[in-house]
């Protein structure tokens, strides 16, 4: 099956450095990328939509400035926290889907998650 | 927007007893997925579901869509060890997004 690599799987930064996660489709092309936040014990919460050439689409309440999201080619995207902050703690995952051949949906394939430390 | 909601949140049981989680969507989706995520692990596909009452197995898991089209359950019998974990359900949120329930915890006593 496809697989999409993360990188890193664990970061512990100081606060206000920041931190950059890259995340690879490995074996498909993909235009469009999703970043995703976990809390402990909680759901997928979409942050943005990552897609290549353009501008990432975040959702409601998720600041641009914060997380910076870079589409530079069709297997690579990257989340960066910027000056990072204790409350940025979290569980980061990214993830890709193949584009259908007929229509519908296809799986979602995820990142291996980034686990950020900010102390 | 759209929500996907899913219950229970947590469930746990012992080793060889059944487990069912239920979803349900405000609106009519055009088919859902279920995910499993290990402890520590990241989402994984178990299957999708295309059709109004659709049925699937995957040796002890039952996967069930709604008539209508609005809700889904994953049963799995017998549960072992080796099911440990949360299990998401997923609809389409345009645009090629995901929508996810909250996800149930199994645990399990072995």
């Known amino acids: 099956g496809a697989v999409v690599s993360q990188h890193p799987s664990r970061v512990i930064c100081k606060s206000g450095t920041s931190v950059k996660i890259e995340c690879r489709s490995l074996?498909?092309?993909?235009?469009?990328m999703f970043w995703y936040r976990q809390f402990p014990k909680k759901s997928l919460m979409l942050m943005a939509t990552?897609?290549?050439?353009?501008?990432?689409?975040?959702e409601q309440g998720v600041e641009k400035d914060k997380f910076l999201i870079n589409h530079a080619s069709l297997t690579l995207s990257t989340l960066t926290v910027t000056s990072a902050h204790p409350e940025d703690s979290s569980f980061y995952i990214c993830?890709?889907?193949?584009?259908?051949?007929?229509?519908?949906?296809?799986?979602?394939?995820f990142g291996q998650g980034t686990r950020l430390t900010v102390v | 927007g759209q929500q996907v909601m899913q219950i229970p949140q947590y469930q746990h049981v012992q080793e060889g007893e059944d487990f069912t989680t239920y979803c349900n969507s405000s609106?009519?989706?055009?088919?859902i997925q279920w995910y499993k995520q290990r402890p520590g692990g990241h989402p994984v596909f178990l299957i999708q579901?295309?059709?109004?009452?659709e049925v699937k197995k995957q040796k002890r898991l039952t996967f069930q869509f709604g008539e209508a089209k609005k809700n889904s359950s994953l049963h799995i019998t017998a549960t072992q060890t080796t099911d440990v974990g949360t299990y998401f359900c997923?609809?389409?949120?345009?645009?090629?997004?995901?929508?996810f329930g909250q996800g149930t915890r199994l645990t399990i006593n072995p």
């Open positions: 993830s890709a889907r193949k584009l259908p051949r007929r229509g519908g949906d296809t799986e979602a394939f």
């Open positions: 074996d498909f092309q993909a235009t469009t």
């Open positions: 990552s897609n290549e050439g353009s501008k990432a689409t975040y």
């Open positions: 609106t009519t989706l055009s088919n």
């Open positions: 579901l295309v059709k109004s009452g």
């Open positions: 997923a609809g389409p949120g345009g645009a090629q997004k995901l929508v």
